[in-house]
């Protein structure tokens, strides 16, 4: 376990070929077996592929203009992450209307689904990388309206997924645990 834990790897370059049906199947199903407060579930899984992905292209092509109208290049260089990425998993976590902790938990469990679907797509021989920034669009509503999510949902991740077109690099240096970890 550990050494799949150390292995794994943020993926951001991918290969053009689609990643299977059965493949996108097993990362969601690894992703419901995530542990959850009071079985909730509180997750929602969008697809964008083929069609849908490329309308979504200008959507993050409409937003980063907006938001970046001198920086020509930022917004040429942050659309690679879409263009050529073949599936995005945006996933979503249920809003309890007036309880906020519950509406945290369930942000909590979203997170450990989206961990176990990262474990899931190296075992499958794919590659992933968890976006929330630029064309990630978590913290903004251009992507939350355009998979048609409710008010009730809140973007938690846009999780971009293909077969690795880059080494991959073998470990990641880390802050040793006693560094972060106070024995009481
Ligand atoms: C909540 C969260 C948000 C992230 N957002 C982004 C992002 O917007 N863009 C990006 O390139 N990587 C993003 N990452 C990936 C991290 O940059 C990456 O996990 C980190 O550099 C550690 O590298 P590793 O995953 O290969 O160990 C995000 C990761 C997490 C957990």
């Given at each position: 376990m550990l050494e799949a834990m150390k292995k794994r790897r943020?993926?951001?370059n991918f290969e053009s070929r689609e990643v299977e049906r059965d493949k996108i199947e097993t990362l969601l199903t690894a992703a419901t077996y995530a542990p959850n407060d009071r079985m909730r579930e509180p997750w929602h899984f969008y697809?964008?592929?083929g069609e849908s992905l490329k309308r979504y292209e200008q959507v993050a092509l409409d937003y980063l203009q907006k938001r970046f109208p001198a920086k020509p290049?930022?917004?040429k260089s942050s659309m690679e992450a879409i263009t050529k990425t073949p599936l995005i998993i945006v996933v979503t976590s249920a809003i309890v209307e007036g309880d906020e902790g519950a509406t945290k938990?369930?942000?909590f469990a979203v997170s450990s689904a989206i961990m176990s679907m990262w474990l899931m797509a190296e075992q499958l021989g794919l590659g992933m990388v968890w976006r929330t920034r630029g064309?990630?669009?978590v913290h903004d509503t251009a992507l939350h309206d355009f998979i048609g999510a409710s008010g009730k949902e809140q973007l938690v991740g846009t999780l971009c997924i293909g077969y690795p077109a880059e080494e991959i690099a073998a470990e990641k240096k880390r802050t040793p645990f006693a560094e972060k970890t106070t024995w009481l």
């Open positions: 943020a993926i951001r697809v964008l592929q290049h930022l917004v938990d369930n942000v064309v990630g669009l």
